[in-house]
């Protein structure tokens, strides 16, 4: 495992990986600012172990990797470790992306805690923030080899409930950059619309608005008719009538006139942004529901378990269309959290950023022509950091176990080699959901409730 992953990544990035603080990816990247390329290259970390965990996934290389004689050995029909082979029961399916997971969120988690304090690059621990990138990579791959040789026990239950909390958590990040994302794309297109005094832009956001609500409706009348029964599924019809009450109460709020008056920002955007979120957290829910009558994506053969990784069962099934387009977004938002800076205070305040200067001071011009003739990035926190390394590290944590929920299909490890859909991944989803609803009212309500701070 070590040796693919470094092979993998290592060869042909060496000269970008050696970097230091002041060089930070040599010639790949010239004229960029530390703050943004440390962001990239963590989030490539994570990416490479998504991807390895996707492989160990993959139905293909399970099946063959059982053939190799010196990758497994069989007792009793059973995966066993025998003179140094691996248990191929933890390296393969769910249990692998458990320990290729736990080894990203200890990588991260360690920096989280490095990094706590820092307030410019002037610190000494800004350097290895910023640089010593191949010795990072070398952490990574020493902590990805220990985690596959850690003994089963109790791992994989007590790490499942670290991932529903932690996947919890980062459903709601992912709440708050769609919110920032919907707040600064409306800002943009009706500053747009008055620079050019046309309505092409107005007619633009209409558009999208209309878009997202009628995407959203037709996932309620989709989730009616293959997550219910006429004679059952009670919860998923008491589910899906509550989201869209709240989404519909929140879409009233957001365009009263106090709350206009308030932030004249505030639109229908952003809240068909946010109702169709919560529809697919909603659809991602109904699709733990461990019932099989209630949950097509359950396999039929094995009513609410899923064999993992075996010699009589080579394939583990995530491949449907939730995980997919959790992936999907998973990947989107994470992109988004290493190149963010938001112009909303609020935001910024909340996800531990600055807000984007509108142009580079002349210092900091001088020094990205500099940096662009010399073919490295330039330091743009010595005054200061953009962003909290600290905080930035640990959203990477949340990232980590959250990709590793999605990825298992959120199923919890019951006997040997058994993944058990349970209802804890459904309230787990719902209550995400409504969270998020409350934490966008807030947003819409805050400045009418708090008129002693300044929200603008």
């Not at 970390?45 to 965990?53: I, K, R």
């Not at 308030?262 to 979120?277: D, E, H, M, R």
């Not at 064999?307 to 491949?319: C, F, K, L």
Request: proline share 4%; net charge negative.
């Amino acid at each position: 495992m070590g040796w693919c992953l470094g092979n993998s990544v290592l060869l042909p990035s060496a000269s970008c990986l050696c970097g230091s603080a002041p060089c930070i990816l040599c010639s790949c990247c010239p004229a960029s600012r530390n703050s943004t390329v440390s962001r990239l290259i963590f989030t490539f970390f994570l990416f490479l172990g998504v991807l390895v965990s996707i492989i160990m996934l993959s139905p293909g290389v399970e099946s063959q990797l059982y053939k190799l004689p010196w990758v497994c050995e069989e007792g009793a029909g059973i995966p066993t470790v025998l003179q140094g082979h691996i248990d191929c029961g933890s390296l393969l399916g769910y249990r692998a992306v458990y320990r290729m997971c736990f080894a990203t969120a200890a990588f991260f988690f360690f920096f989280t805690l490095v990094m706590l304090c820092v307030s410019s690059s002037r610190d000494p621990r800004a350097a290895i923030q910023n640089g010593f990138w191949f010795f990072k990579f070398l952490i990574l791959v020493g902590l990805t080899v220990g985690a596959f040789y850690i003994p089963d026990g109790s791992f994989s239950n007590i790490w499942f409930y670290f991932g529903v909390v932690g996947s919890f958590l980062f459903i709601l990040i992912q709440l708050v950059l769609l919110i920032d994302f919907a707040h600064s794309w409306n800002q943009r297109w009706l500053g747009k619309a008055e620079e050019c005094d046309s309505r092409a832009w107005y007619a633009g956001l209409l558009f999208f608005t209309l878009l997202f609500y009628l995407l959203s409706i037709a996932a309620v009348v989709l989730m009616f008719i293959y997550y219910t029964e006429p004679s059952g599924c009670h919860e998923g019809k008491v589910f899906i009538s509550l989201n869209l009450t709240f989404c519909v109460c929140v879409s009233i709020a957001a365009v009263l006139p106090k709350v206009q008056d308030a932030q004249p920002n505030s639109g229908l955007l952003q809240a068909s942004v946010i109702t169709l979120y919560t529809m697919f957290v909603t659809w991602s829910a109904l699709s733990s529901v461990p019932e099989q009558k209630c949950n097509p994506h359950l396999p039929t053969q094995l009513g609410n378990e899923t064999v993992m990784a075996g010699p009589e069962g080579y394939e583990t099934q995530w491949w449907d269309a939730p995980s997919i387009v959790g992936l999907i977004i998973f990947l989107l938002c994470t992109l988004f959290i290493s190149l963010r800076s938001s112009d909303h205070r609020q935001v910024n305040s909340l996800m531990q950023t600055e807000e984007g200067p509108p142009m580079l001071e002349a210092t900091q011009q001088q020094q990205q022509q500099v940096a662009a003739c010399e073919g490295r990035a330039f330091d743009n926190e010595q005054d200061g950091v953009t962003y909290s390394y600290s905080f930035f590290h640990f959203c990477l944590v949340l990232a980590s176990l959250h990709i590793m929920m999605t990825l298992t299909n959120w199923y919890k490890p019951g006997e040997t080699r058994k993944m058990i859909s349970t209802w804890t991944a459904v309230w787990v989803k719902i209550c995400a959901s409504w969270a998020g609803l409350l934490l966008y009212l807030w947003t819409l309500v805050a400045p009418l409730l708090l008129r002693n701070r300044d929200f603008s």
